[in-house]
């Protein structure tokens, strides 16, 4: 027997297929420090730091009072000539108060704090050169540890400087963290950072953003967060 028209059809969800993690927040700041978003007990918080003008790397913060134990997450300085560095750090929130601490020689720091996460929630990742454009932003393709949608995948963008215009996100991604200050102005223009993310996560290819800057150099950072 068919369904009356306009009746309402419910699809069941596929057996065995977790909830993906979600984003509860996210910051920016044109500096080496800033306010963590509101984070309970067990939130996964991701440092995303962008430094210019130099492919030294940036230094984490030591744990110390409501300063976390930082993790390494993804770190590699640019390719000789191209003049910028983006690191990535995590840590599992033990309070609901912690603090970023500074990292030292950033410009920007990005802050994400994601719920539901696995207890070890890293999947497939990876950092790199994104290459010389004044027109885009490349963040890497990975590979993925799970591939049944049920990750959330983070597509993390950095350009070195005189960007004066950022597209929408590309088909496919949402943009989660426009390059705007938390409680301020837009970063544009000048060296910016954003966040976006990939719709569907059964893959992970390169996901390429289009800016316009007078300047070549950018990073990309892709991220899977594995659910709980």
């Given at each position: 027997m068919f369904a009356a028209p306009n009746a309402l059809l419910t699809i069941p969800k596929p057996s065995g297929i977790k909830a993906k993690p979600v984003i509860t927040g996210t910051a920016a700041y044109l500096t080496s420090n800033g306010t963590i978003p509101a984070h309970a007990v067990g939130d996964m918080i991701i440092v995303a730091a962008y430094r210019i003008a130099t492919v030294q790397l940036i230094g984490k913060p030591s744990a110390s009072g409501t300063i976390p134990t930082w993790n390494d997450l993804d770190a590699a300085a640019s390719v000789a000539g191209t003049s910028n560095s983006l690191d990535s750090f995590y840590t599992i929130a033990t309070a609901t108060n912690h603090t970023t601490g500074t990292f030292s020689g950033a410009g920007i720091i990005l802050i994400i704090v994601i719920r539901g996460q696995?207890?070890?929630?890293?999947?497939?990742?990876?950092?790199?050169?994104?290459?010389?454009?004044?027109?885009?932003?490349?963040?890497?393709?990975?590979?993925?540890?799970?591939?049944?949608?049920?990750?959330?995948?983070?597509?993390?963008?950095?350009?070195?400087?005189?960007?004066?215009?950022?597209?929408?996100?590309?088909?496919?991604?949402?943009?989660?963290?426009?390059?705007?200050?938390?409680?301020?102005?837009?970063?544009?223009?000048?060296?910016?950072?954003?966040?976006?993310?990939?719709?569907?996560?059964?893959s992970a290819g390169a996901m390429t953003q289009l800016v316009t800057a007078s300047n070549s150099s950018m990073r990309g950072n892709t991220i899977e967060i594995l659910a709980a």
């Open positions: 696995a207890a070890s929630p890293l999947g497939g990742h990876s950092e790199a050169d994104g290459g010389t454009s004044t027109t885009q932003v490349v963040s890497p393709s990975i590979t993925l540890s799970v591939n049944d949608g049920s990750s959330l995948l983070l597509y993390i963008g950095a350009h070195r400087t005189s960007v004066s215009a950022i597209a929408a996100a590309p088909s496919g991604w949402t943009r989660v963290q426009d390059p705007t200050v938390t409680g301020g102005s837009s970063m544009l223009p000048g060296q910016m950072m954003f966040l976006n993310t990939k719709d569907d996560s059964t």
